[in-house]
Protein backbone atom coordinates (compact mmCIF):
# COMPACT_ATOMS: atom_id res chain seq x y z
CA UNK A 1 0.00 0.00 0.00
CA UNK A 2 1.79 3.18 -1.18
CA UNK A 3 2.27 6.02 1.66
CA UNK A 4 1.21 9.19 2.39
CA UNK A 5 3.09 11.71 -0.50
CA UNK A 6 3.33 15.59 -0.37
CA UNK A 7 3.85 17.51 -3.53
CA UNK A 8 6.00 19.69 -3.87
CA UNK A 9 8.82 18.56 -1.92
CA UNK A 10 10.68 22.14 -1.78
CA UNK A 11 9.46 25.28 -2.65
CA UNK A 12 11.31 28.77 -2.72
CA UNK A 13 8.70 31.58 -2.57
CA UNK A 14 9.10 35.37 -1.37
CA UNK A 15 7.09 37.81 0.60
CA UNK A 16 3.52 38.19 -0.05
CA UNK A 17 3.55 35.65 -2.57
CA UNK A 18 0.83 32.86 -1.27
CA UNK A 19 1.35 28.87 -1.80
CA UNK A 20 -0.36 25.63 -2.10
CA UNK A 21 0.87 21.98 -0.96
CA UNK A 22 -0.72 19.11 -1.55
CA UNK A 23 -1.13 15.94 0.05
CA UNK A 24 -2.37 12.78 -1.20
CA UNK A 25 -3.37 9.80 2.19
CA UNK A 26 -2.86 6.56 2.45
CA UNK A 27 -6.03 4.71 0.27
CA UNK A 28 -8.64 4.80 2.65
CA UNK A 29 -7.78 7.06 5.12
CA UNK A 30 -10.42 9.58 5.86
CA UNK A 31 -8.86 11.89 8.32
CA UNK A 32 -6.06 14.49 7.00
CA UNK A 33 -3.97 16.42 9.31
CA UNK A 34 -1.54 19.01 8.39
CA UNK A 35 1.55 20.20 10.81
CA UNK A 36 4.04 22.69 10.69
CA UNK A 37 7.64 22.28 12.11
CA UNK A 38 10.19 24.83 12.69
CA UNK A 39 13.47 25.09 14.58
CA UNK A 40 11.84 27.66 17.28
CA UNK A 41 8.34 26.08 17.81
CA UNK A 42 8.89 22.51 16.86
CA UNK A 43 5.73 20.58 15.69
CA UNK A 44 2.48 22.41 15.74
CA UNK A 45 -0.83 21.36 14.23
CA UNK A 46 -2.93 23.45 11.86
CA UNK A 47 -5.66 21.56 10.86
CA UNK A 48 -7.19 18.22 10.76
CA UNK A 49 -9.71 17.42 8.10
CA UNK A 50 -12.20 14.48 7.89
CA UNK A 51 -14.96 13.98 4.95
CA UNK A 52 -14.20 17.31 3.06
CA UNK A 53 -14.79 18.75 6.48
CA UNK A 54 -12.33 20.64 8.59
CA UNK A 55 -12.74 18.63 12.20
CA UNK A 56 -10.02 20.78 14.38
CA UNK A 57 -7.48 23.97 13.92
CA UNK A 58 -4.81 24.83 15.65
CA UNK A 59 -4.14 28.23 17.04
CA UNK A 60 -2.71 29.83 13.33
CA UNK A 61 -3.72 33.02 11.82
CA UNK A 62 -6.46 33.51 9.50
CA UNK A 63 -3.65 33.08 6.15
CA UNK A 64 -3.32 29.40 6.83
CA UNK A 65 -6.53 27.58 5.39
CA UNK A 66 -7.07 24.14 3.59
CA UNK A 67 -9.77 21.45 2.23
CA UNK A 68 -10.58 17.89 1.62
CA UNK A 69 -11.76 16.85 -1.43
CA UNK A 70 -13.82 13.97 -1.40
CA UNK A 71 -11.20 11.57 -2.64
CA UNK A 72 -9.59 12.79 0.47
CA UNK A 73 -6.57 14.49 -0.83
CA UNK A 74 -5.94 17.52 1.05
CA UNK A 75 -4.60 21.07 0.26
CA UNK A 76 -3.00 23.57 2.29
CA UNK A 77 -3.17 27.59 1.20
CA UNK A 78 -1.21 30.19 2.75
CA UNK A 79 -1.86 33.40 1.96
CA UNK A 80 0.40 36.52 2.57
CA UNK A 81 3.60 34.96 3.28
CA UNK A 82 5.99 36.38 5.64
CA UNK A 83 9.52 35.09 6.22
CA UNK A 84 8.88 33.25 9.77
CA UNK A 85 6.46 30.57 7.74
CA UNK A 86 9.67 29.04 6.50
CA UNK A 87 9.36 25.84 7.27
CA UNK A 88 8.47 21.56 7.28
CA UNK A 89 4.65 21.10 6.55
CA UNK A 90 3.80 17.98 7.03
CA UNK A 91 0.80 16.08 6.46
CA UNK A 92 -0.29 12.62 8.33
CA UNK A 93 -3.24 10.58 7.47
CA UNK A 94 -4.97 7.82 9.70
CA UNK A 95 -8.75 5.81 9.72
CA UNK A 96 -10.26 7.78 12.13
CA UNK A 97 -9.15 10.74 14.91
CA UNK A 98 -7.21 8.10 17.28
CA UNK A 99 -6.02 5.78 15.00
CA UNK A 100 -2.12 5.39 14.35
CA UNK A 101 -1.17 8.22 11.86
CA UNK A 102 1.35 8.15 9.32
CA UNK A 103 3.56 11.20 7.78
CA UNK A 104 4.30 12.27 3.93
CA UNK A 105 7.97 12.98 3.56
CA UNK A 106 7.36 16.93 3.84
CA UNK A 107 7.24 19.90 2.08
CA UNK A 108 9.67 22.43 2.70
CA UNK A 109 8.79 26.11 2.28
CA UNK A 110 11.52 28.58 2.16
CA UNK A 111 10.13 32.16 2.37
CA UNK A 112 12.91 35.27 1.09
CA UNK B 1 -3.84 22.58 27.94
CA UNK B 2 -1.63 19.30 27.82
CA UNK B 3 2.25 19.37 28.11
CA UNK B 4 4.42 16.93 26.82
CA UNK B 5 8.09 16.99 28.33
CA UNK B 6 10.56 14.44 26.31
CA UNK B 7 14.00 13.65 28.62
CA UNK B 8 16.75 13.88 28.17
CA UNK B 9 16.82 16.60 25.18
CA UNK B 10 20.18 15.43 23.84
CA UNK B 11 22.12 11.87 24.04
CA UNK B 12 25.46 10.82 23.10
CA UNK B 13 26.08 6.94 22.47
CA UNK B 14 28.86 4.74 21.84
CA UNK B 15 27.70 2.70 19.13
CA UNK B 16 26.28 -0.82 20.68
CA UNK B 17 25.33 0.71 23.96
CA UNK B 18 21.29 0.96 25.22
CA UNK B 19 20.06 4.00 25.98
CA UNK B 20 16.01 4.76 27.19
CA UNK B 21 14.01 7.85 26.21
CA UNK B 22 11.08 9.37 28.41
CA UNK B 23 8.02 10.94 27.46
CA UNK B 24 5.62 12.27 30.14
CA UNK B 25 2.58 13.67 29.79
CA UNK B 26 0.10 16.16 31.78
CA UNK B 27 -3.49 14.42 31.22
CA UNK B 28 -5.28 11.65 30.08
CA UNK B 29 -4.66 10.83 26.65
CA UNK B 30 -6.34 8.29 23.82
CA UNK B 31 -2.77 7.67 21.69
CA UNK B 32 0.43 7.55 22.02
CA UNK B 33 2.85 7.66 19.70
CA UNK B 34 6.80 7.14 19.08
CA UNK B 35 8.57 8.58 16.03
CA UNK B 36 11.81 8.98 14.43
CA UNK B 37 12.80 11.65 12.45
CA UNK B 38 15.29 11.09 9.67
CA UNK B 39 17.83 13.77 8.35
CA UNK B 40 15.70 14.46 5.65
CA UNK B 41 12.93 15.56 7.78
CA UNK B 42 10.11 12.90 7.42
CA UNK B 43 8.36 11.44 10.56
CA UNK B 44 8.82 7.46 10.87
CA UNK B 45 6.60 5.57 12.83
CA UNK B 46 8.07 3.64 15.56
CA UNK B 47 5.50 2.44 18.22
CA UNK B 48 1.50 3.14 18.15
CA UNK B 49 1.42 2.33 22.12
CA UNK B 50 -1.55 4.14 24.23
CA UNK B 51 -0.63 1.75 26.86
CA UNK B 52 1.19 -2.19 27.74
CA UNK B 53 4.63 -2.85 25.95
CA UNK B 54 5.25 -3.71 22.30
CA UNK B 55 8.80 -4.71 20.39
CA UNK B 56 10.37 -4.44 17.34
CA UNK B 57 13.90 -5.83 17.13
CA UNK B 58 15.71 -3.62 19.01
CA UNK B 59 13.28 -1.58 19.54
CA UNK B 60 10.60 -1.50 22.69
CA UNK B 61 8.19 0.82 23.87
CA UNK B 62 6.19 1.04 27.45
CA UNK B 63 3.28 3.25 28.06
CA UNK B 64 1.91 3.26 31.33
CA UNK B 65 -1.37 5.37 31.12
CA UNK B 66 -2.26 5.53 34.48
CA UNK B 67 0.96 7.55 35.71
CA UNK B 68 0.90 9.28 32.56
CA UNK B 69 4.37 7.67 30.83
CA UNK B 70 6.21 6.22 28.29
CA UNK B 71 9.81 4.71 27.82
CA UNK B 72 11.21 4.50 24.46
CA UNK B 73 14.46 1.60 24.80
CA UNK B 74 16.69 1.28 22.52
CA UNK B 75 19.23 -1.87 22.83
CA UNK B 76 22.71 -2.22 20.84
CA UNK B 77 22.43 1.34 19.47
CA UNK B 78 23.64 1.54 15.81
CA UNK B 79 25.19 4.74 14.11
CA UNK B 80 21.59 4.47 12.02
CA UNK B 81 19.58 5.09 15.21
CA UNK B 82 20.88 8.57 15.16
CA UNK B 83 18.40 11.69 14.51
CA UNK B 84 15.39 12.89 16.87
CA UNK B 85 12.77 10.61 18.43
CA UNK B 86 9.22 12.32 19.16
CA UNK B 87 6.70 11.31 21.27
CA UNK B 88 3.10 12.59 20.41
CA UNK B 89 -0.37 12.09 22.38
CA UNK B 90 -3.15 12.44 20.85
CA UNK B 91 -6.27 13.75 23.51
CA UNK B 92 -9.90 13.14 23.75
CA UNK B 93 -12.72 14.73 22.72
CA UNK B 94 -12.72 13.70 18.66
CA UNK B 95 -9.80 15.91 18.61
CA UNK B 96 -7.14 13.77 16.42
CA UNK B 97 -4.27 16.14 16.35
CA UNK B 98 -0.98 14.79 17.82
CA UNK B 99 0.54 16.83 20.83
CA UNK B 100 4.40 16.58 20.18
CA UNK B 101 7.17 16.93 22.59
CA UNK B 102 10.26 18.89 22.05
CA UNK B 103 12.13 15.47 21.18
CA UNK B 104 15.26 13.95 21.94
CA UNK B 105 18.20 14.20 20.05
CA UNK B 106 20.13 11.20 19.90
CA UNK B 107 23.75 10.77 18.17
CA UNK B 108 25.70 7.40 17.81
CA UNK B 109 29.46 7.03 17.55
CA UNK B 110 31.36 4.54 15.61
Known amino acids: KAGVTQTPRYLIKTRGQQVTLSCSPI?????VSWYQQTPGQGLQFLFE???????NKGNFPGRFSGRQFSNSRSEMNVSTLELGDSALYLC???????????FGPGTRLTVL | GIQVEQSPPDLILQEGANSTLRCNFS?????LQWFHQNPWGQLINLFY???GTKQNGRLSATTVATERYSLLYISSSQTTDSGVYFC????????????FGKGTKLSVKP
Open chain 1, 92 to 102: ASSLEWDNEQF
Open chain 1, 27 to 31: SGHRS
Open chain 2, 88 to 99: AVVIGGSQGNLI
Open chain 2, 49 to 51: IPS
Open chain 2, 27 to 31: DSVNN
Open chain 1, 49 to 55: YFSETQR
